[in-house]
């Protein structure tokens, strides 16, 4: 691990004199922030999402019935576990075994009838090339073997439906799973809507051996999630256990509450001890990414750009940030090579990283001489990324420049370029520039607002690394 010790004020910055003259003042209370001196050791570090959300089946099964009449069994109790074809529910069967038995009549009916009607056709057939019956005479026994046939479809195709409508009153479970809801007892009697509504619902199942919690992330950490990145869960029923899993999937459509924009993440969790309930409240943390036994530094330690820029302003130090980015960028690199090892391809004879270091105005100045090609590669160059110091880019992993304050060997305060990694809500890992046991200053971005109080006090003060002008 690394080490954290204290400096002993805001003078540890500006001078022992400078405290000195801020006590004189009767302004020892405002300046007297207490410092940190950051040292670079070892730490795991793991950079996540976290969110809340509740646990849901992957998916229900609605066990509908489409045939009417009164619960005779109902074998299954809510919260049940049940096999695939373990029976659900009997029906009185009364009304389909009747209507059953008159299809199996009607279409006896039909038979005969049209076994008649066909040989009554023959023998008119016989009748009309003797020339003994019309031609309308024929033409009548054409048409009634015709309606003949026709009812015998009719009653087949009835008598089908009727047999399966003897399936209908036993009700078997279509998978295996848990009986999450139920709807009617024993003794109630349903509606047969098989043609309306496809059927009555009577109860809901579910298969609980693989959940999912749904969870809102708010859009500036969508970037860094994806599908099968590993989550842990924790629910309030089991707080000593962290359940595993993994982001299934993102879904397309934003929600947004008081004014947020969030996007729902299913989270999905392996369930066979059937530990998870549909509805319980759980806290997700996702993981983005995880370092384990490397250099690292407190956060307070480390700056962007911009920060680095602002606090040099605020102390009065002469030192151009810009120009220590741009050093660093270039050092030890060949031309066409990106800090990461890959290449960078040049935008108007510059590599990103080169861009990425200048100040506002050198890159408005440039961006001006752009074509409107080198503007399209710039773009689709810097798609995703941000600035130094941006969302997304500070905690994807990715090696990127920061700055950090420390003690030359003078004694005065002086900036450096490094290269950092993933981050987490305490660390960052530091992938170039600074060793094991190096101190860093960790200066607090607060004093900025204290500029007017450090300008009185500046001018009483002649100590290294800390002047009146730069």
Same mark, same amino acid.
């Given at each position: 691990m690394f080490a954290t010790r204290k400096a002993p004020t805001l003078a540890h910055v500006v001078g022992s004199t400078l405290l000195l003259a801020a006590c004189a003042t009767g302004e020892a209370t405002e300046a007297g922030q207490v410092l940190q001196i950051q040292t670079v050791g070892r730490a795991s570090i793991i950079s996540s999402v976290e969110a809340t959300g509740t646990i849901e089946p992957i998916r229900i099964i609605e066990v509908k019935s489409q045939a009417g009449g009164e619960v005779l069994s109902l074998p299954v109790e809510l919260g049940d576990k049940v096999e695939r074809g373990t029976l659900l529910v009997r029906i009185d069967p009364r009304d389909v075994n009747n209507a059953f038995a008159q299809a199996e009549a009607d279409l006896e009916v039909a038979?005969?009838?049209?076994?008649?009607? $066909? #040989?009554? !056709?023959?023998?008119? *057939?016989?009748?009309?090339?003797?020339?003994?019956? %019309?031609?309308?005479?024929?033409?009548a026994a054409i048409l009634e073997s015709a309606n003949a046939k026709a009812?015998?479809?009719?009653?087949?195709?009835?008598?089908?439906?009727?047999?399966?409508?003897?399936?209908?009153?036993?009700?078997?479970?279509?998978?295996?799973?848990?009986?999450? $809801? #139920?709807? !009617?007892?024993?003794? *109630?009697?349903?509606?047969?809507?098989?043609?309306? %509504?496809?059927?009555?619902?009577?109860?809901?199942?579910?298969?609980?051996?693989?959940?999912?919690?749904?969870?809102?992330?708010?859009?500036?950490?969508?970037?860094?999630?994806?599908?099968?990145?590993p989550a842990e869960i924790k629910v309030e029923a089991y707080p000593d256990r962290t359940f595993r899993g993994s982001v299934l999937k993102i879904e397309p459509q934003a929600v947004v509450e008081q004014n947020v924009t969030m996007f729902a993440v299913l989270t999905r969790i392996a369930n066979e001890e059937d530990l998870l309930r549909p509805g319980m409240n759980s806290d997700v943390v996702v993981v983005i990414g995880r370092q384990d036994n490397v250099l690292a530094l407190a956060n307070s330690g480390i700056k962007v750009q911009q920060e680095a820029s602002q606090l040099v302003n605020a102390l009065g130090l002469n030192i151009d940030v810009n120009e220590i980015a741009r050093t660093a960028s270039t050092a030890g690199r060949e031309p066409t090579e990106s800090a990461g090892g890959e290449e960078e391809a040049l935008i108007n004879g510059r590599r990103p990283s080169e861009i990425q270091s200048m100040s506002?105005?050198?890159?408005?100045?440039w961006f001006q001489g752009l074509s409107a090609a080198e503007r399209q590669q710039m773009t689709q160059q810097f798609r995703g990324g941000g600035g130094a110091g941006g969302q997304q880019q500070a905690n994807s992993g990715q090696p990127r420049q920061a700055f950090v304050f420390y003690y030359d060997a003078t004694g005065a305060l002086a900036v450096k370029a490094i290269m950092i990694g993933l981050s987490d809500f305490d660390n960052t890992q530091v992938v170039s520039g600074l060793e094991e046991g190096d101190e860093v200053v960790a200066i607090p971005f607060s004093i900025?607002?204290?500029?007017?109080?450090?300008?009185?006090?500046?001018?009483?003060?002649?100590?290294?690394?800390?002047?009146?002008?730069?």
């Open positions: 038979q005969a009838r049209f076994g008649v009607a $066909e #040989r009554q !056709l023959g023998r008119i *057939q016989e009748l009309r090339d003797a020339d003994i019956v %019309t031609t309308d005479e024929l033409e009812a015998l479809v009719r009653a087949t195709t009835n008598l089908e439906l009727a047999e399966d409508k003897l399936n209908d009153v036993t009700l078997r479970a279509p998978i295996t799973g848990t009986i999450v $809801e #139920r709807t !009617l007892e024993e003794g *109630q009697v349903v509606t047969g809507t098989r043609d309306l %509504t496809g059927g009555t619902v009577l109860m809901r199942m579910a298969d609980l051996t693989e959940v999912q919690v749904r969870t809102l992330v708010d859009e500036t950490d969508i970037g860094r999630l994806k599908a099968g990145l506002d105005s050198e890159r408005r100045e900025i607002q204290q500029q007017e109080f450090l300008n009185r006090i500046r001018g009483r003060s002649s100590l290294p690394g800390v002047g009146g002008g730069r």
